[in-house]
């Protein structure tokens, strides 16, 4: 291994100074980077930018876990810049290259350190992995710390219910399009218990109606078939099968095997027939949209769910369709009134979904 790393780059001149635009392949940039970045605790001295600017900012560890994943999908990618700072000791700018010195400790990362720490774990030896690099060299602590505050404070997250959303317009089968469909059928559906219900992109259009965001729908439905859904997308998109579960694992998502089949249509109409149940059982606290009603929120939804998931392997031998009549009667013994439903006895959160949950499977009739 050379002891100095070659970068071709391209220089950007803007009011803070000049800074170099550069192509490094993952080896490389986990080598120079420094070491603190791989790690999920540090007091050490490096990190004396977040000291500076008081935000802390240690690895996620689950946040790693997803980039772990991520990478190592069959159209995994970051297109956005790497920003690290160099001092001017360890780089030389010679012709159309830097010359850096290739070893620990000698970049510094203002944003980018979770994808670093993903990158270790890349391991499809067949492709290359290259990342690209925004390096400063010479800064004075302050505009390190200018760097790293305007990116960390100003970032918008994209809203989950928008992400959810765009799987409409993927050409592989995945559980996300999946639940994309799902969704979007039994909001848009006559008939259907979500009518006009669920706030798609995450914001509702009619107050008066919609209660439950897209992603909340999502997040729930996509549990009941997919213990892994970046694995089951990429397996579909590398045009492979995915696996049918059995036994335990089958019980603990019990849309599996319908959505190895495409049986897509099923799940929708299992949905539409188990929550037409709960309509008919609590008309008013379903249709309400009043602010302390929970049923046709996300604290109401949520337990629903996990009951569904509990009564509907015990429903069906085969996983089919579950009538709603049966749904009907499952609840007849179920004494909750709707007026029960409020925010002050379900509080919104985990605590009163696992409540709710509890107060009607303790109740139900199987």
Known sequence: ??????????????PI???????????????????????????????EVEVYTGIQRH??????????????????????SIILHVDPNDIKVENDYLLIENRENVA???????????LENFVQSDKQFEAIITIFVGMELEDQALVFATINKTQT???????????AFAKYRSPQKTAHN????????????????????????????????????SEALIDFYSRDPM????LYKRGNKLEKYSDKELERRPFRNLFVDERDTDIAQI?????????????????????????????????LMKVLRVIYPKMTRDYSVVSKEKFVDVFKNVDITWKDLNREKYIPGSSGQSQLYKDIIEQITL
């Open 1 to 14: 291994m050379s002891n100095i790393l070659k970068l071709k780059y391209l220089k950007v001149s803007q």
């Open 17 to 47: 100074g000049d800074f170099y635009n550069c192509v490094i392949s993952h080896s490389d940039l986990i080598r120079i980077t420094y070491t603190d970045v791989r790690r999920l605790e540090s007091d050490d001295d490096n990190r």
């Open 59 to 80: 690895l996620s560890r689950n946040r790693v876990k997803e980039i772990e994943k991520y990478v190592n999908t069959i159209d995994a990618t970051f297109p956005s």
């Open 108 to 118: 510094k990362v203002l944003d980018g350190q979770h994808r670093i720490a993903g």
């Open 157 to 167: 997250k994209v809203n989950k219910s928008l992400v959810a959303d765009l799987f």
């Open 182 to 217: 799902i969704i979007r059928a039994l909001d848009i559906k006559e008939g259907s218990p979500f009518f006009g219900k669920i706030k798609i992109l995450g914001t509702a259009n009619d107050r008066e109606k919609e209660t439950i965001t897209q992603a909340t729908f």
């Open 231 to 234: 694995v089951d997308r990429d």
């Open 271 to 303: 949905l539409w027939n188990y929550f037409y149940s709960i309509q008919n059982k609590w008309p008013n606290a379903w249709n309400l949209v009043e602010n302390e009603m929970i049923l046709n929120k996300s604290t109401g939804f949520i337990a």
